[in-house]
């Protein structure tokens, strides 16, 4: 059967930095190829792609991923009706989050003893886990409970009322939530399958971690004063990064499913988020000490391929490592260059695959003949539309 899944691949210099910290403030590591390499999880770019949806999509086409989901819910809900309190709102949060997703809502008990102690009133309940529900659900779900005020635990028994709540739940998934997906332990008939996959990012070359030791000087010291306010160290490493992520496309159109609106094609939200997280992935960048280092470099190449089958990434190209030559960029470059196109024929994967190339400088020549070159105002477009061209699978 075809599918339609989306590869990228991106090769990016990042100068000295600790953008991905382990428990110990060190920059994360990872053995491969038998040598130790710089690697950023992919937790942390799943995030920096997320955070830079919010300057590339309508607040309405994202989600919210919280513990404080009842607060979240009741502001809603006192839009909607201004002469519910706030106390009430929590309730009737509660309880419609309770029905539609199968979790418990609830005031923490630390949350309340310490409130108890301060003499303060009973605070909102929390998930005892983070919640994601997109901007429509949670319009879906205040609506819901305004309609049931009157008494909404009689209201939600009610079997229609129930069906309704969980409907509103699992269904309208907003952009982020239907590319990284939702797990709900406790209703796991509302979870939501990742239709993009992240992986940890690793350095092409063998990386040893390095230590800064800094000094601050206390402005009001004086003359016979001139020892440092304070001292410390911070550790970092320099590395050129093979990025990749893939994205079945087919997934993405399930969990977002359809256009409704009468003035664009029923593709336009797949097109949207397919355009959103190629720029998102390829332009973020985690923040981890961020403002000691200012390493704030964009990719020097991005390679985009749609194919009609299995992902594949091509991080095998790096499983020796690069050697210092003139940079670790020319040498990595031209590693892909031979690699992919090695992969590919091997396999019969080149068939029906579309390649487009974004690429920097003299170092990055070699990639130039992988596909179509074009600035990624360009690639995204072109992917977009392409991504839109492509038939949904059968049902």
């Not at 309405?60 to 607060?71: F, I, P, Q, S, W």
């Not at 009973?122 to 879906?140: C, I, K, N, T, V």
């Not at 920097?360 to 179509?372: A, P, Q, V």
Request: proline share 5%; no cysteine.
């Amino acid at each position: 059967m075809s599918r339609t899944i989306l590869d990228l691949h991106v090769l990016q210099t990042v100068p000295p930095s600790n953008i991905n910290r382990d428990d110990t403030g060190a920059p994360k590591t990872a053995i491969y190829g038998g040598v130790r390499r710089a690697r950023v999880s992919s937790q942390a770019w799943k995030r920096a792609t997320r955070l830079a949806f919010d300057s590339l999509l309508d607040p309405g086409e994202l989600g919210t991923r919280t513990k404080r989901v009842a607060e979240l819910l009741a502001e809603r809900i006192r839009e909607l009706d201004s002469s519910i309190e706030e106390r009430e709102a929590w309730t009737l949060a509660a309880e419609t989050v309770q029905t539609a997703t199968g979790s418990k809502i609830e005031v923490p008990k630390r949350r309340a003893d310490a409130a108890k102690k301060k003499g303060e009133g009973e605070p909102a309940p929390e998930s005892a886990y983070l919640m994601f529900l997109s901007a429509r659900q949670r319009d879906g779900l205040a609506e819901l409970a305004v309609e049931g005020r009157a008494d909404i635990k009689a209201f939600l028994k009610d079997k229609d009322n129930k069906k309704r709540a969980k409907e509103i739940a699992d269904t309208r998934h907003s952009v982020d939530i239907a590319l990284f997906g939702r797990m709900v332990a406790d209703g796991a008939d509302i979870n939501v399958d990742a239709a993009a996959q992240v992986a940890h990012a690793i350095s092409v070359h063998a990386v040893e971690n390095e230590s800064d030791y800094y000094t601050a000087v206390d402005d009001r010291n004086t003359d016979a004063e001139p020892g440092a306010g304070m001292i410390g160290t911070v550790e970092f490493n320099s590395a050129t990064l093979y990025r990749y992520a893939a994205l079945d496309v087919d997934l993405l159109r399930k969990n977002l499913g359809e256009g409704l609106r009468d003035d664009e094609p029923v593709t336009e939200p797949l097109r949207r988020a397919v355009e959103a997280f190629v720029r998102g992935f390829v332009e973020s960048l985690p923040s981890g000490k961020l403002n000691t280092f200012g390493n704030n470099t964009l990719p020097d190449a991005v390679i985009v391929k749609l194919r009609t089958s299995r992902p594949i990434s091509f991080v095998g190209a790096f499983e020796e490592p690069v050697m210092l030559g003139n940079g670790h960029l020319q040498e990595a470059s031209g590693r892909l260059a031979d690699y992919i196109p090695e992969v590919e024929l091997a396999y019969g994967a080149e068939d029906g695959t579309d390649t487009w190339v974004l690429r920097i400088g003299r170092s990055t020549e070699k990639l130039s003949g992988l596909g179509t070159e074009l600035s990624l105002p360009d690639l995204v477009s072109a992917v977009g539309a392409a991504v839109a061209q492509r038939p949904a699978p059968a049902k």
